[in-house]
């Protein structure tokens, strides 16, 4: 366990993790076709290595999609079924990934 201490209280590794799973990350994106317009109601995916997390949505009208409340870990997005992009979520941010 690693802790640092600057005139603040003892901060660890694993309280970092809680405060990122408190705070929510989320992973974003937009799917676009092969002519780069937005897919409307493209079904979108996202699994966890930990297999804490399989959820699925449609992308809405602009091709967007976003999953948040997420714990750190490794994530794929899947799009129609197929792995697109992995994603380390390490901090309370969103990650923006292009599918």
Do not use: C, W
């Amino acid at each position: 366990m690693r802790s640092k201490r600057d005139g603040d209280e003892s901060v660890s590794s694993e309280n970092t993790l809680a405060r990122v799973h408190a705070a929510g990350a989320s992973i974003a994106g937009v799917v676009r076709g092969a002519g780069g317009d937005p897919v409307t109601g493209a079904l979108v995916s996202l699994s966890s290595d930990a297999g804490t997390s399989d959820i699925a949505q449609q992308t809405a009208d602009d091709g967007t999609f976003r999953f948040g409340h997420l714990a750190p870990g490794k994530y794929v997005v899947h799009v129609g079924g197929e792995a697109k992009k992995t994603v380390n979520v390490r901090e309370a941010r969103e990650y923006y990934v292009k599918v």
